[in-house]
């Protein structure tokens, strides 16, 4: 149960009714009130949870039986944990797996979508990159569009119209997006009345938040064009002049709602410009607004104002210049005399309580001034508590319409924080179609690009067909060439365009994935006993039952994890299976050079490698992947790079020559002998 964004509709089915009367009565439902729960609490349980409001009968759940229960599950242990005040839910959505790209948790985790694999942290993540979100709802949305990616082609592109609109615009952008960092979160601050728990400073800031939404929506407007395309907008209206259009996405029409300009206005009304924290702290109701109130706090005011005429008027009478009136909850006001000054007390004055340092008294006047005073203060704070009441209550009259106008502002949020990367970043708008290619030219990693300096990243394209000649690529190349940079960077640049967004490349066409898998890296699971190589070979099986030819397969090293022999045969099989059985676009890097020799028996099998240079016994890494297969993996040069003592480089070097040479026997154990001896 989720707020959609602006302009999908709202799927609330004509058993609603039912999953919350079931939520409510059913006692099978895990609750923990759930074997004291009786029809009369049912019914109260319904009426809250519903608001007694009507549902808007959109969809029909009769056939989903399960996915009725579980929400009614879902209400029921919600209902639980807030027994007072209506649940904050907007709307009933059916999830269903084959609405969004499926990324399970090895892909969300490998490929670094929300956190980085070692340290978990946001920074170093794709999000990170494209979050400069301006609202805390537009981050939330943005997370939710970037793990849940669309496969439909019709809303990647009205998404894609959103961000290409606002990147035409780039002064518009950044006006937009100051506008929204004075809008506070809409949804929050709706559901904290929903639930009973605003207080006075959250309506206020609800207040504000709506009265900044006439200037944003007419803000947005002022980059509107003449009608000029279907799919934005409002159509032309018959007559001469054109009407204006934005994208569908970015029209704001759910925070023009003649409801929420209603509230703003009883809020602005009702409340001081600036309301305190808490209720208890009073001062929430502003002058004028409730003739009880203001008599109340006159009378308080003006009675405090006679406590200060009373000490000052004593302190002459009596000679003591340190006299004050006091006042605690348990004597209430009082006079305070040190014991210098006990010589001095007037006659009339009533001892009350002897404290260390003087004494405590009271008189006729200030004991009925207090009755007065305390007396306002308590009509005072308990009408402005009822009139908050109130105005919480009109808050969630209206709560559904707050959180809609919250949704779009998210939206535009969203959109205006990925039309400000790619302005920034010189992203491309990807064709995204139903076709199986995926051919992208100049492709960069967004997250490395973002880290390197300015035009510093080496851009690689990628092609990937499987009615052509490039179904699966197999790439192979030196240690830190870029291999695992090269085929996460295709992943995550095909993820960004099913979201929406403009991707880092001269260009690209992304047909339209269903799922991206991805095996990379090397980790254990101790706790379920499982090794590094059992770790990968399930992550294998996972990908290998679950792909279809729709699928983005992303392997690295599948095999290293035991001997040779084994590993080169694992990878050789894998590769054709997903060649012959499978038929999904996928990347292999290996360093198993064998399999090399799959492109001469299997058609859609291609080569290609990450260039390297040799030089003066030196290495070069060009980053550059260039067609055909590499016969060398450069550990050694790689592990000098690294610090290894270079004695170790150097019977390195030797063992390696006599495994080249196939010297497996006694001339290769008698060295190695000598070596552990020396």
Not at 294 to 301: E, G, N, P
Not at 551 to 577: K, M, N, P, Q, Y
């Amino acid at each position: 149960m989720i707020a959609d964004e602006a302009g999908a509709k709202d799927i609330l089915g004509p058993l609603w009714t039912s999953v919350v009367d079931e939520a409510c009565a059913n006692p099978t439902l895990p609750s923990p009130d759930r074997d004291r729960r009786t029809k009369t609490e049912a019914t109260q349980n319904r009426r809250r949870t519903r608001g007694e409001e009507p549902v808007e009968e959109l969809v029909d759940l009769a056939n989903h039986p399960l996915a009725a229960r579980a929400a009614a599950g879902v209400v029921a242990y919600a209902r639980s944990t807030q027994p007072t005040g209506a649940l904050p839910i907007a709307q009933l959505r059916i999830y269903a797996p084959g609405d969004s790209v499926v990324l399970d948790e090895a892909a969300i985790a490998n490929l670094e979508l929300v956190e980085t694999l070692i340290g978990k942290r946001k920074d170093g993540s794709l999000l990170h990159v494209i979050d400069q979100t301006a609202t805390a709802p537009g981050g939330r949305m943005l997370r939710r569009w970037l793990l849940y990616p669309l496969v439909d082609i019709a809303a990647i592109r009205r998404r894609q119209d959103g961000v290409a609109w606002l990147v035409e615009r780039p002064a518009l952008c950044d006006s937009i997006q100051q506008q929204l960092g004075r809008v506070a979160d809409l949804e929050r601050l709706a559901g904290k009345a929903t639930l009973g728990v605003a207080t006075p400073r959250d309506l206020g800031r609800l207040r504000d938040a709506i009265a900044q939404l006439p200037d944003l929506m007419d803000l947005v407007r002022s980059g509107a064009d003449a009608f000029s395309a279907i799919g934005f907008g409002t159509a032309p209206a018959s007559g001469d002049e054109p009407a204006l259009w934005i994208p569908r996405l970015l029209d704001l029409k759910a925070c023009a709602d003649r409801a929420l300009g209603a509230l703003a206005k009883r809020l602005q009304g009702s409340l001081v410009d600036e309301p305190p924290s808490l209720l208890k702290d009073g001062g929430v109701i502003r002058a004028g607004y409730d003739t009880i109130v203001d008599d109340a706090r006159r009378l308080a005011d003006g009675g405090k104002e006679d406590i200060l005429v009373i000490e000052e008027r004593e302190q002459k009478r009596s000679g003591i210049p340190s006299l004050k009136v006091r006042y605690n909850r348990v004597f209430g006001y009082y006079i305070e005399i040190t014991k210098s000054h006990l010589a001095r007390v007037p006659d009339d004055y009533i001892r009350k309580q002897t404290i260390a340092n003087g004494e405590r008294f009271v008189t006729p006047e200030l004991a009925e001034l207090e009755k007065k005073v305390l007396a306002a203060e308590e009509t005072l704070a308990a009408r402005e508590a009822e009139l908050f009441r109130a105005e919480v209550a009109a808050v969630v009259g209206v709560a559904r319409q707050i959180s809609c106008a919250g949704a779009a502002i998210a939206v535009l949020d969203v959109c205006a924080s990925l039309a400000q990367v790619a302005a920034e970043r010189g992203y491309c708008r990807p064709v995204v179609d139903d076709s199986l290619v995926l051919d992208i030219v100049d492709g960069r990693h967004p997250v490395i690009e973002a880290m390197l300096p300015a035009g510093s990243f080496v851009p690689n394209d990628c092609k990937l067909d499987p009615e052509a000649v490039a179904q699966l690529v197999l790439i192979t190349g030196p240690n830190m060439a870029g291999k695992s940079t090269y085929i996460r960077q295709v992943a995550q640049i095909s993820l960004l365009a099913q979201i929406g967004s403009f991707v880092p490349a001269k260009s690209a066409t992304i047909g339209v994935c269903d799922r991206v898998f991805t095996r990379v890296g090397a980790a254990d699971n101790l706790s379920r006993g499982d090794s590094t190589f059992m770790v990968e070979m399930r992550e294998t099986a996972s990908i290998l039952a679950k792909a279809t030819k729709r699928s983005l397969v992303v392997l690295d090293e599948v095999g290293r994890g035991t001997s040779t022999f084994d590993g080169v045969s694992i990878a050789w099989a894998v590769c054709e299976h997903l060649h012959d059985a499978i038929g999904a676009r996928a990347l292999f890097a290996t360093h198993y050079h064998e399999l090399v020799a799959l492109a001469e028996t299997r058609p859609r099998i291609c080569n290609v490698s990450v260039a390297v240079r040799e030089h003066a016994g030196e290495i070069v890494f060009l980053r550059r992947v260039v067609p055909g297969g590499a016969n060398k993996s450069y550990g050694i040069d790689v592990a000098r790079l690294a610090g290894l003592p270079g004695s170790v480089i150097v019977r390195s070097r030797q063992i390696m020559k006599q495994l080249e040479g196939g010297s497996l026997g006694g001339s290769f154990a008698g060295p190695q002998l000598t070596l552990g001896t020396a």
